[in-house]
């Protein structure tokens, strides 16, 4: 496997859990986009704007062109997790833009260096923070499928929509009867590990 197949495949990981955390947003409303599911405050836009914020900063900070304004969010002096969530004033197709707008950025990045080229990434430890294009680009995959697995829960509670991709959802075809009985069957599995 050449280098340029290497960088290939992991660029097309990196690209399908982009797109799969934009459909996981598809088709809400401003609240239920914005609407805090879990203890933590785990919100669909905010993972959004998170992950555009990471893709950004590891593509563009790390290798000496950073992304033109930065992301405020995630500077020094911002509150603790303001990139985590949508204020008022960020609308949903702003965030979605300036994501894809990420991409583009990013991807120049990708494109223009090879796997080996160095990277620094000042907020890592300083055994760590010398880099590779290649590593940042395992970083970025796993970074965003983490995610991604978020948002898929997210989205399940919101309106019980789940599933990997539009094209295959990686799920049993079963009805809301079959899931019901499946759900029933786990809980009374569960149930028998009761204290």
Do not use: C
Request: glycine letters at 8%; charged letters at 25%; proline letters at 5%.
């Amino acid at each position: 496997m050449t280098e340029f197949d290497q960088k290939a495949i992991l660029k097309r990981y990196l690209q399908d859990g982009r797109e799969e955390l934009l459909w996981k947003i598809e088709g809400l409303s401003e609240y239920d986009l914005r609407r805090p599911l879990v203890p933590t405050g785990t919100n669909l836009l905010g993972l959004v704007k998170h992950v555009a914020a990471m893709d950004g900063e590891y593509f563009g900070l790390v290798f000496g062109r950073p992304y033109p304004g930065g992301f405020p969010s995630v500077a020094d002096d911002a509150p603790a997790n303001s990139d985590m969530w949508a204020t008022a004033s960020e609308s949903s197709a702003s965030l979605i833009q300036l994501y894809r707008q990420v991409w583009k950025h990013s991807d120049e990045t990708i494109d223009g260096l090879e796997l080996d080229a160095p990277g620094l990434v000042p907020w890592w430890s300083e055994q760590s923070k010398n880099t590779t294009l290649g590593r940042i680009l395992v970083h970025m995959i796993a970074e965003t499928q983490r995610h991604l697995g978020h948002a898929d829960i997210v989205r399940e509670l919101i309106d019980g929509e789940a599933g990997m991709r539009p094209t295959n959802s990686n799920l049993p075809d079963g009805d809301s009867d079959w899931w019901a009985a499946y759900r029933a069957q786990l809980e009374a599995t569960a149930a028998t590990f009761r204290v």
